[in-house]
């Protein structure tokens, strides 16, 4: 990758994170909500709640699943994912997909 590129990475990770910071109480409120209804909820409710607090940071997720992780779509194979675990313990990479 080449340095104007990883720059380009670099910023849109931080617009993520971010994104994380911001929204980490109400992202895991959903979380242990979805752990507790999910067999009276549908889950496209949670995307939908999802999608617009990314949507006010100026990011739109690629993928979001039940597990909770959120996948922010950098360029054709490069991810920004956001993994919330269970335990209260957020992991938040890059991934290069071939």
């Not at 335990?87 to 290069?96: F, G, P, R, V």
Request: proline residues 1%; charged residues 30%; positive net charge.
């Amino acid at each position: 990758m080449d340095t104007i590129k990883q720059k380009e990475l670099d910023k849109f990770f931080n617009k993520v994170h971010q994104f994380l910071i911001k929204n980490i109480a109400n992202l895991y409120s959903l979380k242990w909500r979805w752990a507790d209804e999910k067999d009276h909820e549908d889950f496209e409710d949670y995307k939908k709640v999802i999608i617009n607090l990314a949507k006010k940071s100026g990011l739109t997720p690629y993928k979001i699943s039940k597990s909770f992780k959120i996948s922010f779509k950098f360029s054709s194979n490069i991810f920004v994912n956001i993994y919330l675990k269970t335990n209260a313990i957020t992991k938040i990479e890059y991934t290069k997909q071939n």
